[in-house]
């Protein structure tokens, strides 16, 4: 299973970016999708995640600001960030947990990272 994470980029404050992440591989499901960032020194940390039921959660850092959604059928997940802010720069990183078909098992992959940067 690959996560390929795209949509990054350089913009201005109060701009807006949207991620994609698209899996692909040997996947009979997809359980939950989330967005992580981390920023040099620092632990990565949660931005949101969505339930193959649509459920959302989000850090209380961009709770009105980003909206999470995903389309089950391409395995892709969407980050929509608006009203982005200087302290949103970080490499964004795209996480799901995925029931492998061949195997069955429940496993946790990682994409490669997309680089947010917001100027003041």
């Known amino acids: 299973v690959q996560l390929q994470a795209s949509g990054g980029g350089l913009v201005q404050a109060g701009g807006s970016l949207r991620l994609s992440c698209a899996a692909s591989g040997s996947i009979a499901n997809i359980i939950r999708m989330g967005w992580y960032r981390q920023t040099p020194g620092k632990q990565r940390e949660l931005v949101a995640i969505i339930t193959s039921g649509g459920n959302t959660n989000y850090a209380d850092a961009v709770k009105g600001r980003f909206t999470i959604s995903r389309d089950n059928a391409m395995h892709t997940m969407y980050l929509q960030m608006n009203s982005l802010k200087p302290e949103d720069t970080a490499v964004y990183y795209c996480?799901?947990?995925?029931?492998?078909?061949?195997?069955?098992?429940?496993?946790?992959?990682w994409g490669q990272g997309t680089q947010v940067t917001v100027s003041s």
């Open positions: 996480n799901a947990e995925v029931v492998v078909r061949t195997s069955r098992m429940e496993l946790g992959y």
